[in-house]
């Protein structure tokens, strides 16, 4: 039987320079890829409450969250033991207004900016590409 699909929220950090929308990506902590902050729901938090809570947890930024999702994507999420467990991650926009020197998670992950078509190739997952290119658009 095939394992049922777990639910996650992300916040897709970004800012205007020059022009051109960036994107922050940050490391995840066991393979090093770069991936936007991301988790599980958190109880009696709204799931956008809970992807800014993530952004401020994993890149040390807060701003400005939409409330409505800019759209989901699907992974399969290594656990501990091997075992992938399969998501569906709802993705929050989150202007970025300020970044913190000191965070929570800053010893565990590298976070960098990156023009939105280079953060779209440099994310593994197809559905995640797709939102950051049309974000971008």
Request: proline share 9%.
């Given at each position: 039987m095939a394992a049922r699909r777990k639910k996650q929220v992300a916040a897709l950090c970004w800012r205007r320079r020059k022009g051109k929308v960036e994107v922050l990506l940050v490391t995840s902590r066991e393979t090093k890829r770069w991936?936007?902050?991301?988790?599980?729901?958190?109880?009696g938090l709204q799931d956008v409450t809970a992807a800014r809570r993530e952004a401020f947890e994993e890149a040390g930024v807060e701003g400005h969250v939409r409330k409505r999702s800019?759209?989901?994507?699907?992974?399969?999420?290594?656990?501990?033991?091997?075992?992938?467990?399969?998501?569906?991650?709802?993705?929050?926009?989150?202007?970025?207004?300020?970044?913190?020197?000191?965070?929570?998670?800053?010893?565990?992950?590298?976070?960098?900016w990156f023009v939105?078509?280079?953060a779209a190739k440099k994310v593994d997952e197809a559905g995640l590409k797709q939102i950051i290119s049309y974000f971008a658009s």
């Open positions: 991936v936007t902050p991301k988790g599980w729901p958190l109880p800019i759209g989901h994507y699907d992974y399969g999420k290594r656990l501990a033991g091997g075992e992938v467990q399969p998501c569906r991650v709802t993705v929050f926009g989150l202007e970025v207004t300020q970044e913190k020197k000191s965070w929570p998670e800053k010893r565990q992950r590298k976070r960098k939105a078509e280079a």
